[in-house]
């Protein structure tokens, strides 16, 4: 749609507004032209998408503190956790991904509190976890029961 056609588009829209606006209210002859004005940028400025007001937000705590060995805060709420992932999609819709490049984080910024990350790598090595098949652990030397 070119320029003058969408303009005329406007205009046209301005005047079916402004005619059913004055047939049911009345409107004094000399703010006829005000009203006209006020309809026609309402109705253009529908078709621009709204202008982003970017907000700078703060962080609810420093990012170097957030990080703590049992939890981490959440610089969105100040909230502790000790996964950030799940918190941040449900309550905000945001990948890690997001989070980090919002709140200007390094790429390496932990979304999972590091003791509770030790505890399940630990867990996890204890099931075998991550281990080819076929390849045997080795039995810890301690105290055997005689049969």
């Given at each position: 749609?070119?320029?003058?056609?969408?303009?005329a588009?406007?205009?046209?829209?301005?005047?079916?507004?402004?005619?059913?606006?004055?047939?049911?209210?009345?409107?004094?002859a000399?703010?006829?032209?005000?009203?006209?004005?006020?309809?026609?940028?309402?109705?253009?400025?529908?078709?621009?998408?709204?202008?982003?007001?970017?907000?700078?937000?703060?962080?609810?705590?420093?990012?170097?503190?957030?990080?703590?060995?049992?939890?981490?805060?959440?610089?969105?709420?100040?909230?502790?956790?000790k996964?950030?992932?799940?918190?941040?999609?449900?309550?905000?819709?945001?990948?890690?991904?997001?989070?980090?490049?919002?709140?200007?984080?390094?790429?390496?910024?932990?979304?999972?509190?590091?003791?509770?990350?030790?505890?399940?790598?630990?867990?996890?090595?204890?099931?075998?976890?991550?281990?080819?098949?076929?390849t045997?652990?080795?039995?810890?030397?301690?105290?055997?029961?005689?049969?």
């Amino acid at each position: 749609m070119s320029v003058s056609e969408l303009f005329a588009n406007y205009t046209e829209l301005t005047a079916d507004i402004v005619s059913a606006y004055v047939a049911n209210n009345s409107v004094p002859a000399g703010d006829l032209a005000e009203l006209i004005a006020t309809i026609h940028l309402a109705v253009s400025s529908l078709s621009q998408p709204p202008a982003l007001v970017a907000d700078p937000q703060t962080p609810a705590v420093n990012p170097r503190r957030s990080v703590h060995p049992d939890y981490i805060i959440s610089l969105e709420d100040g909230k502790r956790f000790k996964s950030l992932k799940r918190h941040l999609m449900t309550h905000y819709g945001m990948t890690p991904e997001e989070y980090r490049l919002k709140w200007n984080l390094p790429a390496d910024y932990p979304m999972v509190a590091p003791n509770y990350a030790a505890a399940r790598s630990e867990l996890a090595k204890k099931m075998g976890l991550g281990r080819k098949r076929g390849t045997k652990v080795k039995a810890k030397a301690g105290k055997r029961s005689k049969r």
